[in-house]
């Protein structure tokens, strides 16, 4: 989830917002999120590679960028879960009571108290990387681990405060200058789920056009909606079994899952 979100400047106007993730903290809440990982493959492979690393935390996790905190529900019990997000984000999405917010800048902790730390989609947003990931590695406990996730075949979004894409490259020396070491950077989906997801975006950007129109909005989200639930279902499954046999070229990804050490 996004640290910056949109600006008041009336020059950016982002026509399709992303959709807000939320957490599975009740059944309607469950039934979006679960479709939501079936049809958004971004959601999806972020997902997998989530729960496979927080499993088995038993210790303090700082989740930084936090938003609705859908993925709080996969840190066991047995962890101290503590989420950071920047002041202004309720801009974007409701206000959490169990959030710490700041400022920017200095993350509001000590030095060397956590035992693991992750943000997902966030550091898109981060202009200044020579400060955010410093504070990463600061707080961190030595030997502590961090892991993100970062994309890649993207649209611009949460305009203006979309700033980067990053390749494995440029994420390995950018982590090295911040004295991170074992990295790992892994593509999460092909080139081939990328070409379907981006297909399935222009069905789902015709089907969801806006109308000023109640009446209007209803008659094309039926009519196309009918039209392209065959190509959609698809295109999605298809791009699972991708996922899952890992066919396609690992060079043009949806996005990279990082992992690394202090």
Request: charged share 20%; hydrophobic share 40%; with cysteine.
């Amino acid at each position: 989830m996004p640290m910056e979100l949109y600006s008041n400047d009336n020059q950016f106007h982002e026509v399709w917002p992303p959709i807000q993730h939320v957490a599975p903290d009740s059944l309607k809440n469950k039934i979006l999120f679960k479709l939501r990982l079936f049809f958004d493959l971004q959601v999806f492979t972020i997902y997998c590679d989530i729960k496979r690393e927080l499993k088995y935390i038993k210790n303090d996790v700082l989740e930084i960028g936090c938003g609705l905190q859908p993925y709080r529900h996969l840190i066991l019990r047995e962890a101290k879960y503590y989420a950071l997000e920047k002041k202004g984000h309720s801009s974007f999405f409701p206000y959490n009571p169990n959030t710490i917010e700041y400022g920017g800048g200095t993350f509001p902790f000590k030095d060397k108290v956590f035992n693991l730390v992750f943000h997902t989609e966030v550091l898109e947003h981060v202009y200044d990387f020579t400060q955010f990931l410093s504070e990463c590695h600061r707080v961190l406990a030595e030997k502590g681990r961090m892991f993100f996730t970062i994309p890649f075949a993207v649209r611009y979004h949460y305009i203006p405060n979309d700033y980067w894409r990053l390749t494995p490259a440029s994420i390995e020396k950018l982590l090295k200058k911040a004295n991170f070491k074992n990295i790992i950077v892994k593509n999460r989906g092909s080139d081939i789920v990328v070409a379907f997801s981006k297909l399935n975006a222009l069905f789902y950007r015709i089907i969801f056009r806006g109308y000023n129109s109640f009446l209007l909005r209803i008659i094309n989200q039926v009519f196309f909606g009918i039209l392209f639930i065959i190509p959609i279902m698809c295109l999605t499954f298809s791009s699972h079994l991708l996922i899952l046999l890992k066919i396609g070229s690992p060079d043009d990804p949806l996005g990279y899952t990082v992992y690394c050490e202090k």
